[in-house]
Nanobody, 128 residues
Framework: QVQLVESGGGLVQAGGSLRLSCAAS????????MGWFRQAPGKEREFVTA????????YYVDSVKGRFTIDRDNAKNTVYLQMNSLKPEDTAVYYC?????????????????????WGQGTQVAVSA
């Protein structure tokens, strides 16, 4: 398994931006599909976005389309989540995840069970 460490969370006003980073250990980062999930207080963990091993394919939950962008730098073993036009409902702990199983469609990665390594999470708070 790969070790994941998120950073970049914080408090921001509505309409603002944040860029999350997730640094992975190991030399096989490019063999993992990467994803971001979030969990708000009292709610279940929710899929946000995923990116394929080579970065060519991405998938987003409808609520963040056009506002969030996932990308990765395999040379730096890092995946990023650029979050623009943030809303109070984006407030949550954001988790980075790595999946070693290769599925035929990136849509399969909307399920937490598609991932086998998780970071500790980083808090994002958006004030109105």
């Amino acid at each position: 398994q790969v070790q994941l460490v998120e950073s970049g969370g914080g408090l921001v006003q509505a309409g603002g931006s944040l860029r999350l980073s997730c640094a992975a250990s190991g030399r096989t980062f490019s063999s993992y599909t990467m994803g971001w999930f979030r969990q708000a207080p009292g709610k279940e963990r929710e899929f946000v976005t995923a990116i394929s091993r080579n970065g060519a394919n991405t998938y987003y939950v409808d609520s963040v389309k056009g506002r969030f962008t996932i990308d990765r730098d395999n040379a730096k073993n890092t995946v990023y989540l650029q979050m623009n036009s943030l809303k109070p409902e984006d407030t949550a702990v954001y988790y980075c995840a790595a999946g070693s199983t290769l599925y035929s469609s990136i849509v399969y990665y909307t399920r937490p069970t598609a991932f086998d390594s998780w970071g500790q999470g980083t808090q994002v708070a958006v004030s109105a």
